[in-house]
């Protein structure tokens, strides 16, 4: 927004001004990182549901101080406290919504997640888009946004006080009577009803078998199927982050201004188009990767499709600053490469919105054993936001100094993260969660050894029959 930097006295040459808009955007993923961390110990000891309330409390105090503040140290503690609560939330509510969805429409949530987050974003977008337009120029049209946003923190806020409690949470505190109510309240059945029964005894059985165990959780990471599987999840979080797509969010008018596009307007336009099309192809992928491609081929083909986007985006931009005599910015002269390049943005966000941005969040969900699988996630998710706010800190920076090699620098990473998927992802899809289990006991490093094939037609006569391995 026009009046911001002038504002908080974020002046100065190029590289000053590059690492001040880093540090405000950054602080905030780095709020995240530690709210992803510290909030695990708060959700076993208080339970998933009042983690959440208390998290959203927390979310909105941070969106409060941003909206009133008047120096450039109370937006960063702002920022900080807003990002706490982001992060814990982020950890806390896929886990919250795993631990009570019924087990045959469990996998579908993790894409469904992914296409709120985006439709969400696009949203945002277009807030800013509004108020640049309609809202005269002046410090309102930055705080309007920053007020919104604690409209959706006073929904989940408000929300979550009526909903039920985890019940694998209940479960592990012993508490049988409630895990009864609020099952018979999720489902809809009866008490004596075969599928109320069913899944108490599940249940209760993994729940005493957590009990039983003489081992610490954290001592269970360390054992080596654990630790192969922490070791994926943690590189497909930095790998999820080093796709670019964040540097993207959070800079898409700076990188739309570099190909030549002149005015605010404009670019947050240009921005706001990138967030419906990210939003229509997670909405597609919602009816279409999770049944035809398997986990693995999906990440290769996204892979590839960032990879081919970014290298002829770069090429394009390097053109454009030839021509210009060096020079990118609002003041180059727009030809076809920059309409070439601005295509390109849109078609990464296609290709990372049917493969890294969900099928990251689906595989961490499913290749953790129950008893871990909190405090592997809080590890993971951590690891996502602590990469998050260094691109958040290093875009503004590369974009500045090494323009176009911005580009080719994440298709590089798009190449090394889709032989990463090939070499050792093993395929989780049409796998129950205990073969997922006997896999990685196996201790078999290399998965592009492993044999096993997607059954795309039991797949397809399972979900017909309303059946869904998780």
């Not at 959203?56 to 920022?79: D, K």
């Not at 969010?249 to 947050?268: H, T």
């Not at 499913?366 to 996502?384: G, Q």
Request: hydrophobic share 50%; aromatic share 12%; charged share 20%.
């Amino acid at each position: 927004m026009p009046t911001f930097p002038t504002f908080f006295g974020i002046e100065g040459d190029p590289s000053t001004i590059a690492k001040m808009k880093g540090d405000v955007v950054s602080i905030l993923q780095a709020g995240c990182c530690v709210g992803a961390l510290l909030i695990n110990f708060l959700a076993d000891r208080s339970g998933r549901k009042w983690s959440i309330v208390f998290s959203t409390v927390i979310f909105m105090v941070g969106s409060i101080l941003q909206v009133v503040a008047h120096n450039l140290p109370t937006m960063m503690a702002g920022r900080f406290f807003g990002g706490f609560g982001i992060g814990a939330c982020s950890m806390l509510v896929p886990m919250y919504i795993a631990e009570i969805s019924p087990r045959k429409l469990r996998g579908r949530l993790g894409t469904l997640w992914q296409f709120l987050i985006v439709l969400g974003i696009m949203v945002s977008y277009w807030i800013d888009y509004a108020c640049l337009r309609h809202i005269p120029v002046s410090n309102k049209q930055w705080q309007v946004p920053l007020g919104i946003q604690l409209a959706p923190g006073g929904i989940l806020l408000i929300g979550m006080v009526f909903l039920p409690e985890s019940l694998r949470w209940l479960a592990s505190k012993g508490r049988d009577e409630d895990i009864k109510k609020n099952l018979i309240k999720l489902r809809g059945l009866p008490e004596d009803h075969p599928e109320i029964i069913e899944e108490l005894e599940e249940i209760n059985a993994a729940a005493e078998l957590d009990r039983a165990s003489k081992s610490g959780k954290w001592t269970e990471i360390f054992e080596k199927s654990n630790l192969h599987r922490v070791f994926i999840g943690v590189m497909l979080q930095i790998f999820q982050q080093w796709t670019g797509t964040n540097a993207i969010n959070y800079y898409a008018p700076e990188i739309f201004r570099s190909i030549g596009l002149d005015s605010n307007e404009i670019e947050i336009l240009a921005t706001g188009v990138y967030g419906a099309v990210k939003v229509a192809f997670v909405f597609i992928s919602f009816f279409m990767v999770d049944t035809k491609l398997g986990r693995r081929k999906t990440l290769f083909y996204g892979s590839a499709i960032m990879f081919i986007s970014f290298f002829v985006m770069g090429g394009m931009i390097l053109g454009l600053q030839k021509d210009n005599g060096g020079v990118l910015g609002s003041g180059a002269k727009i030809d076809a490469k920059g309409y070439v390049a601005m295509v390109c943005v849109y078609v990464f966000a296609i290709g990372y919105e049917f493969s890294w941005g969900p099928i990251v969040w689906i595989v961490c969900s499913e290749i953790y054993p129950t008893r871990i699988r909190a405090i592997a996630l809080s590890l993971t998710t951590a690891f996502n936001w602590a990469m998050n706010a260094t691109i958040a800190k290093v875009t503004p920076i590369m974009i500045a100094n090494i323009t176009y090699g911005t580009y080719f620098f994440f298709g590089t990473m798009a190449v090394i993260m889709g032989v990463f998927a090939y070499v050792f992802l093993p395929e989780t899809r049409g796998r129950s969660l205990e073969e997922i289990d006997a896999l990685f006991n196996k201790g078999m490093i290399l998965a592009f050894k492993d044999d096993y094939k997607v059954d795309k037609e039991q797949i397809k006569r399972d979900e017909e029959a309303g059946i869904y391995k998780d």
